[in-house]
């Protein structure tokens, strides 16, 4: 593991999604999530951080430093133990244990943050070894993401599907025989059923996103770290298509606000690189999408306008297009084959 990041970050990710549920509701018959008064799409903090972490497991295949600790379907209490067994505790025991070491909440909480990228990352409550027996408490994470917002009201539809299968139990059937000479009994409504799909025909999503340099200290939040976010933010829906989805990509260059300092002073720039040198709504305020005077309902990334001021960035702060996942970060202007951003 290398240093710590030394500047603070804010970055802006569009994305859209035609005919598919972004992020159904569960409470709702897992209707697209919508905010009741403006009719506006959402995409929760929380989905979207699965699908980093999906794309992370994925990607890095459980290498060193890069296991993620939330997991689905994953009980924590496995890599709680694998901590343990790291700082030789018995799990059993870790009462005793900590009379002996008073420091072991924090030789746990080191271990957790330099094994697990999503500890490192958006930080945890670890509160959960054997009981409340250890607390290693709360790690606060140095990226957070905001929710999803649609630029525009979204319309959640509830569609009507035919399922041309059924699984009926039949009566007393014990082999393929009776089944099929049950099937040869039926009419053929009988063997279709009803099925609901829930989607949006489209809507196109603004999610806002924060890098700490001053809390990166404390789970050792590196550059390289900072890469793989990048990089899995821009893939996160590459990996992640299914049928309930539709089409979902990240449709912009990934828009990177990075604060450097100002200062002739060595020492007190490097400490306004850390803690920034414009408020983060501002930066944000620099970047505009709207919808086209003659579009009605957009139905494409390409029925909006997308518009960034680079000669409104403020002094000590850069501002930076990823393009693509693998693809480096152009500071400072737009990247060449970009069609869709242009100077606001």
């Not at 900072?226 to 996160?236: H, S």
């Amino acid at each position: 593991m290398s240093d710590p990041i030394k500047n603070r970050y804010e970055f802006v990710v569009l994305f859209d999604v035609e005919n598919g549920n972004p992020n159904g509701d569960p409470d709702a018959g897992n209707m697209p999530r919508v905010d009741p008064e403006t009719g506006y799409g959402l995409v929760t903090d929380v989905c979207l951080k699965r699908k980093i972490r999906n794309y992370v497991e994925m990607a890095k295949e459980d290498a060193d430093h890069y296991h993620i600790y939330i997991k689905d379907g994953v009980p924590l209490n496995s890599s709680d133990k694998e901590a343990c067994a790291y700082v030789g505790a018995d799990p059993d025991k870790l009462k005793e244990a900590k009379k002996k070491d008073e420091h072991l909440d924090e030789k746990i909480r080191d271990f957790m943050c330099s094994n697990f990228y999503d500890i490192r990352t958006f930080g945890a409550v670890m509160t959960t070894f054997t009981k409340g027996a250890l607390n290693c408490g709360q790690v606060r994470g140095p990226v957070q993401i905001t929710y999803g917002k649609s630029l525009d009201a979204v319309l959640p539809l509830d569609i009507s599907i035919t399922r041309m299968a059924v699984a009926d139990k039949v009566k007393d059937g014990a082999t393929v025989e009776d089944y099929a000479a049950w099937e040869q009994e039926q009419p053929e409504d009988k063997l279709r059923t009803m099925g609901r799909k829930q989607i949006i025909p489209f809507g196109l999503y603004e999610v806002r996103g924060f890098v700490s340099a001053n809390l990166a200290e404390e789970t050792g939040f590196d550059d390289e770290d900072l890469n793989v976010l990048f990089e899995a933010i821009l893939n996160m829906y590459e990996h992640d298509h299914s049928a309930s989805k539709g089409e979902m990509a990240v449709v912009s260059p990934l828009i990177i606000f990075r604060h450097v300092g100002t200062d002739t002073d060595a020492a007190q720039r490097i400490r306004q690189a850390k803690l920034g040198c414009a408020p983060a709504h501002k930066l944000f305020d620099l970047v505009k999408v709207t919808k086209k005077a003659s579009v009605s309902y957009p139905r494409s990334y390409r029925d909006y306008d997308a518009l960034v001021s680079l000669d409104r960035v403020p002094k000590g702060v850069q501002i930076g297009f990823k393009p693509s996942a693998f693809a480096p970060v152009v500071w400072d202007a737009l990247p060449a084959d970009e069609d869709w951003f242009c100077h606001g």
